[in-house]
């Protein structure tokens, strides 16, 4: 019995290190996991399920043959790079989509997962602007749009965000712990895994009157890192980014 747990892999054309990264993660690490949850930002950018790249067809039907294989269920939660990504493609990459924030019983403990943007509250530009984007009157009207201006649209959003995160400092990127302890009380657990800092991390901290624990499950640049969860306990690994190649 084994759970694992990943996020930010980002995967682009122009990054296939982590492409194959992802590969040999399911080939060699994940075969034995009844399941899998990826906590968002899967891909660098999603403009809608209508979009068909070789890459997005790649990786859905390598997901679709590990999870067939290995007779292993796969879930996804929406990152703020992803959030379009809809049932159409979550059908062809043989993933059950979940709330933004949802409790799971991982053997025996009450645990939240969420893909951890909610948590960053002192960005402030973000906050506001996630509220406008994810408004469904809004992503109706943008899914209506020429795919092609939608791809124009979304890459410009995506420069953007990397330009100001060179000025924005740690505090502001972090989540802030009073959100945390906040919502984990709110959802009664004493364990919360999420992505998003990419800041692969184990903390520990008093919550509900006892301790806590909050794993960050970290990026895929230069690392690979992944939750693994069993009856014996969890752990967070982070291993070089071609482990699984050597």
Not at 21 to 46: C, H, P, Q, R, S
Not at 73 to 100: C, T, V, W
Not at 215 to 232: C, H, I, Q, R, T
């Amino acid at each position: 019995m084994r759970t694992l747990f990943i996020a930010d892999l980002h995967l682009s054309e122009h990054h296939r290190h982590i492409t194959d990264a992802l590969f040999g993660f399911l080939d060699k690490e994940a075969t034995n996991a009844e399941t899998l949850y990826i906590l968002g930002d899967m891909f660098e950018v999603w403009i809608g399920d209508d979009e068909h790249t070789p890459l997005m067809d790649e990786v859905a039907q390598k997901l679709t043959t590990y999870a067939k294989k290995n007779n292993t269920k796969i879930y996804y939660i929406h990152g703020n790079r992803d959030f379009m990504l809809g049932k159409r493609y979550a059908k062809q990459a043989s993933m059950i989509l979940l709330p933004e924030h949802t409790e799971i019983d991982l053997y025996g403990t009450k645990t939240l997962i969420m893909h951890g943007d909610t948590l960053c509250l002192f960005d402030k530009n973000y906050q506001r602007m996630r509220k406008v984007i994810h408004n469904p009157v809004l992503q109706f009207i943008f899914n209506c749009l020429p795919l092609s201006l939608r791809k124009r649209i979304g890459w410009k959003i995506r420069t953007a965000s990397q330009s100001k995160k060179q000025y924005k400092n740690n505090n502001m990127m972090g989540v802030t712990e009073q959100e945390v302890i906040r919502l984990m009380e709110y959802h009664g657990v004493q364990q919360l895994i999420h992505g998003h800092t990419h800041q692969a991390f184990n903390h520990r901290f008093e919550v509900n009157g006892q301790t806590g624990k909050r794993f960050d499950v970290g990026d895929w640049y230069k690392n690979l890192s992944f939750v693994d969860a069993n009856p014996e306990g969890t752990e967070l690994v982070v291993l070089p980014i071609d482990y699984y190649q050597q």
